[in-house]
């Protein structure tokens, strides 16, 4: 029974367009995360957010928008998609900021065309 | 900046055969260690941890890990492998800032029967 649960599974997406990746988790956790595993790079770090609110950002590109409507939400919007986008987006969280254990979501593969 | 290397892209062993999975990491200060395993179509699981103090950690289905500091290294082990333990493993290594986990590239061990 999945506690972190990441929608869709599978996305295409064309180039240039938007998607939104939606992350719920029901792990009663205060802190979440988005990580990036692509083809060319190691799974990296993207965000960090503690009680919602944006705690670290290593994403350069400003396409690349968390959005926490929900204690236990963090859905990541990216627009003017492009093909080096492409890869799984991992949402995780923690109990706290400070926790060092970490639990993974399955992912959405994203693929753009 | 902090960075984990793993360099065997690919293990393969066989079954009921030990196991030893290569990480080495480069960290200015005491590092908060981990391994993670992610089976196929899944997300990452946590198999073990290290926090300072006991250099050997056991985690779970018979992993263990050593940390190292005069080596930088926190190799992952098992005595005994089995076909189920067919994964990627990452080694990751945390700054303990709002949990960053830095990742190496991962290892694919394949089992043989």
């Known amino acids: 029974d999945p506690k972190i649960i990441q929608k869709p599974k599978y996305l295409v997406a064309v180039t240039g367009s938007e998607k939104i990746l939606i992350c719920e988790q029901y792990?009663?956790?205060?802190?979440m995360y988005w990580y990036r595993q692509s083809a060319k790079k190691p799974l990296e770090f993207m965000f960090s957010?503690?009680?919602?609110?944006?705690?670290d950002n290593q994403t350069a590109s400003s396409r690349f928008q968390p959005q926490s409507s929900k204690k236990n939400h963090l859905d990541l919007q990216i627009t003017a998609l492009k093909p080096d986008d492409s890869a799984t987006y991992f949402c995780?969280?923690?109990?706290?900021?400070?926790?060092?254990?970490?639990?993974f979501g399955k992912g959405t593969r994203l693929t753009v065309v | 900046a902090q960075s984990v290397t793993q360099p065997d892209a690919r293990v393969t062993v066989s079954e009921g055969a030990s196991l030893q999975l290569r990480c080495k990491y480069s960290y200015f200060g005491t590092p908060y260690l981990f391994w993670y395993v992610q089976y196929p179509r899944q997300g990452l699981q946590l198999l073990l941890k290290y926090y300072p103090g006991d250099p050997v950690v056991q985690g779970v289905n018979g992993f263990e890990a050593e940390f190292s500091k005069s080596n930088s290294s926190f190799h992952l082990r098992k005595a005994s492998v089995h076909w189920s333990d067919w994964a990627v493993y990452f080694c990751?290594?945390?700054?303990?800032?709002?949990?960053?986990?830095?990742f190496g590239a991962g290892t694919r061990l394949a089992v043989c029967p």
């Open positions: 990751a290594v945390s700054s303990g800032s709002f949990n960053k986990l830095t």
């Open positions: 995780a969280s923690s109990q706290e900021a400070g926790d060092t254990e970490v639990f």
């Open positions: 792990l009663g956790h205060n802190a």
């Open positions: 957010y503690s009680y919602q609110k944006l705690m």
